[in-house]
């Protein structure tokens, strides 16, 4: 029996462009089609699997919706990576992915209907404003849809454990006898930023700590010059300096470094630091980052299976919210005081 990938393999074309041809789709060449329809007619597709590829009318193409609040784009390497992962699965599933914008050919879209133009098989949000009612609209569409650590009732939901990671971290710092410990949070009124603070104040709590309101101060994500910044104000006081600064990442943390030696200080002596995500470590010269590693690659990987469940077996996958766990990594960024 003759399969669609041995048919692409024959005409050296991906799944999806074989899925166009045979479906009727335009958004190909008629010189494409006109190839792929001689080589099925020669191997004998129509008459086994390609009937049921036929009946699908799948284009074995998933779009993907990503649009960070920053300029950084596929620079952020926390989705940088999810996204690698995600499309590394996805083509070995025998899917192409198209990012969802709001214009084609100059003609202003909606993102649905951008989705139903390319008439894709399902939606990944990676990143994205999920208050935004195009976003909402998508969600909650007839397209399978996973989103990345923001859930939906109508989705499957892929969340990175913010909340327990920051906790763990927080009651790691306290362990090695801090209790002035400022953090410079990511930009709030996001999922992430909410629950990072939620898990560091419930530390606090819980070991009877209590800091000045400006210890917690709003900074942004993957912005080192801003964390510095922050961090120099933070550490202006003379009378109750925080002993240590946890960063929004690891990156950020870089910022927080320059600061401490601006100040006049030494790094971890002086003052401690502590990063997220587990990413940049390696930027630290004479000290290992104290950081909490998130499975970015796994959550990547994950979101592309379930949500090619969701296509090619739309009872097999219910909508859920899956929280993944993240680690802490211990370094010596982060002094034991007496």
Do not use: W
């Not at 393999?9 to 190839?35: H, P, W």
């Not at 909650?140 to 009732?153: C, Q």
């Not at 992430?192 to 419930?202: A, H, I, K, P």
């Amino acid at each position: 029996m003759v399969t669609i990938q041995e048919l692409s393999k024959r005409c050296g074309v991906s799944i999806s462009t074989v899925s166009k041809a045979l479906n009727g789709y335009s958004d190909i060449s008629d010189k494409t089609r006109e190839k792929i329809i001689k080589a099925a007619n020669e191997l004998g597709y129509y008459s086994n699997a390609g009937s049921k590829a036929y009946k699908l009318k799948r284009t074995y193409n998933i779009g993907v919706l990503f649009s960070t609040l920053t300029d950084l784009g596929l620079k952020n390497d926390y989705f940088a990576h999810i996204l690698s992962a995600f499309k590394y699965e996805a083509s070995k599933r025998g899917y192409d992915i198209t990012f969802i914008e709001n214009y084609i050919g100059g003609r202003k879209l909606s993102l649905l209907e951008h989705c139903k133009y390319r008439n894709f098989d399902g939606v990944c949000i990676v990143c994205a404003n999920y208050k935004n009612e195009e976003v909402i609209k998508l969600a909650h569409s007839e397209f399978p849809v996973v989103t990345i650590d923001y859930p939906y009732s109508t989705t499957y939901s892929i969340i990175s454990d913010n909340y327990n990671g920051m906790k763990q971290l927080t009651q790691y710092i306290i362990h090695q006898g801090h209790t002035d410990i400022a953090f410079i949070c990511g930009i709030r009124n996001t999922l992430v930023t909410e629950d990072r603070l939620r898990g560091f104040y419930d530390a606090l709590k819980e070991n009877g700590i209590s800091i000045p309101d400006d210890y917690v101060v709003e900074g942004a994500y993957r912005n080192y010059t801003l964390a510095e910044e922050l961090a120099l104000k933070l550490l202006k006081s003379k009378s109750r300096r925080p002993t240590c600064i946890i960063a929004p990442d690891d990156l950020a943390a870089t910022g927080v470094l320059s600061a401490i030696r601006k100040r006049g200080l030494q790094p971890v002596k002086d003052v401690s630091l502590a990063g997220y995500d587990g990413m940049d470590a390696n930027l630290f010269i004479g000290a290992k980052l104290t950081t909490v590693r998130q499975e970015r690659e796994y959550i990547g990987k994950e979101a592309a299976n379930k949500l090619i469940l969701m296509i090619e077996n739309r009872n097999s996958v219910n909508p859920a919210t899956v929280y993944i766990k993240q680690s802490l990594v211990i370094g010596n960024s982060v002094r034991k005081l007496k």
